[in-house]
Each structure stands twice: as C-alpha cells, then as structure tokens.
C-alpha cells in the first residue's frame, strides 16, 4: 500500500510540515510513500499536482492522508493517480458518503442526534425558510454545522443556539458560522439536536465543553484503532462496545473511514458522525506508529475489492 501525503507549499520535495511526523513513521514501517501538491489540484490541475508521483507497474492501492478537500477535487485526484496504475482505497462515491454528514445519516440516525440540513442556496437566498424549518426542533438547543465541519471552538456565537424557537438569535447565529466559512462552506448546513453528554471539562482556549468521545479508524469495515478525542482532557478506562457499533459499521458505504462515539449524561453511547479515515486527524497525543502499524497489519486486506 502507498501513502500519498500533501508537499509543502513552498518546497514540493518536502512533505507538508503538519504531517512530517506521520510521513516519517510511514517510511519507518516500509510503507511506500509519496508527495502532491493540494495548491496545483485546487488550481484544478490534477496531472500537475501529481508529477511527484511515481507510477505503480502493476495496479497499486493508496491511501491519501491530507487536508480535507471538496469531493469535485477528491474525484480529480482520484482520476488522475488511476492513470498512474494507482487507486485511493475510497471511491469518489465513498468519499463523499462518509465526508458530508447528510449522505451517510440514513445509517447512524437511530444512533445519532436527531438532524436536518438545508443546501446552501436556500441559505443564502432564502433564510427565513430556513429559520422556519427549524421550528421542528420547537424550542430545544441545536448546534450548527456545515456538511462536513462545525465551529465548534467559537461555541457561543457561531456554534450552539441554546433555543430553536428563538430566531433572532438563531439568526445571529447561523449569520456568524456561514460568514466566517465563507468560501469553505461545505455544500450546506446542518441542525442537530444538542445532547448532553458527559463533561470532562473545558477546552483551554475556547472554553468550549469537552465530553467523554473517541475517534474509531475503520478499514474494510474492521475497528483498527480506537483514539481519545481531545487531547486536552483526561479519559478513564470507559470505552463504547466496539461489537455494537461494528454492526452499524458494516452497512457504511467506504472501505476507510472514522466513526466518532461519544458518551451521553445518561451513561449510553452515540454517534456523533462519520468521516473518510483518509482526512480524518489524528490527536496530537496520539501513537502515530501505532496507527500505522495497525494499517500495515492489514495491509493484506487493503487490496481486496469492497462488496
């Protein structure tokens, strides 16, 4: 398996320094590895943003471990690296199941917060619609996100609406997140239903509250690696039935990707969302070999062809 990672922008023989830990800790355990340039693919020249890549001899599948990119981008590296005898382990397709939040909710939504979504049109050119719909919520807290991130570090004002049913300051609030992604808008946005779950603390610097929630890589639909979520706060031995959530695991559409669990107040757990384990991040504080070794491991299985 190769591992294709993001050059840096000012030295396309370099990798990007944000992940220069995990390029190294990939050469280390024999993984091939190789470098392309995210600037050249969003300038929408994919065959140039790959020039650094070597071709494969005989059909090679490869794991592409970066920053987030739109699916339209994704599916143009994708194309491009095929023509080099390479494939991402996650189809176009797939990607896309699993990075925006509304394609996969029909799995996990009796094991998730109760959610709806407006494309980003009706956003922008029919807000008070959107307010509207909001009402289904009646006057319960909801979080706000896009379809593939929120703000949650800005929690008070671009985050969380402590009360659906109040628009003025729901308007306040959508206004403030959809502002500040501006370009990085993802598709749309997204209402959830605000759940308690249980507080470890608060984040140092934002302040926002951090909860007892972990970060699950799957690859072909086996758990690999199970992680704390937030570095900045301290977690006991208490770890979600993995054999549960495997079963759910099973019907997502990719071949890599996270599940993200955490625990509620009342003592159950829930999923808080998928992504493609390919853009997923690690925590700082997390054993980077460790989750490499456990892709080399099954290293066997990432040849197959998913059912």
Excluded at 62 to 70: D, F, L, S
Aim: hydrophobic residues 35%; aromatic residues 12%.
């Amino acid at each position: 398996m190769r591992i294709i990672y993001c050059s840096d922008p000012l030295d396309s023989n370099r990798v990007d320094a944000d992940y220069e830990t995990e390029y190294e800790a990939a050469r280390k355990l024999g993984f091939s590895v190789g470098l392309m340039s995210l600037e050249l693919l969003l300038a929408d020249e994919p065959e140039q943003a790959i020039r650094k890549v070597n071709g494969a001899s005989d059909t090679e599948v490869a794991i592409y471990r970066g920053w987030m990119i739109k699916p339209r981008y994704y599916a143009m590296l994708y194309d491009a690296l095929k023509q080099k005898g390479i494939t991402l382990i996650n189809t176009p397709e797939q990607y896309r199941h699993c990075h925006h939040f509304p394609c996969s909710y029909d799995i996990i939504k009796e094991h998730t917060p109760a959610s709806i979504w407006f494309p980003e049109e009706q956003v922008r050119d029919q807000f008070d619609s959107v307010l509207e719909g909001l009402q289904v919520f009646g006057d319960q807290p909801v979080i706000v996100k896009d379809y593939v991130k929120s703000r949650k570090h800005e929690w008070e004002d671009a985050c969380y609406i402590p009360n659906a049913a109040d628009k003025d300051h729901a308007r306040q609030v959508i206004s403030n997140f959809v502002t500040r992604q501006g370009d990085d808008l993802n598709e749309g946005i997204v209402f959830r239903k605000f759940v308690r779950l249980e507080f470890l603390n608060h984040h140092p610097k934002s302040d926002m509250p951090l909860s007892k929630e972990y970060r699950v890589f799957f690859l072909d639909h086996q758990p690999v690696l199970v992680l704390h979520y937030w570095d900045e706060a301290e977690y006991d031995e208490d770890r979600p039935d993995m054999e549960f959530f495997m079963e759910i695991a099973r019907r997502v559409e990719s071949r890599f990707f996270t599940m993200d669990i955490a625990k509620l107040e009342a003592g159950s757990w829930t999923i808080v969302e998928l992504g493609d384990g390919q853009v997923s991040g690690l925590p700082d504080l997390a054993d980077i070999e460790g989750f490499y070794r456990s892709l080399h491991r099954d290293d066997t299985m990432a040849g197959k062809e998913m059912d």
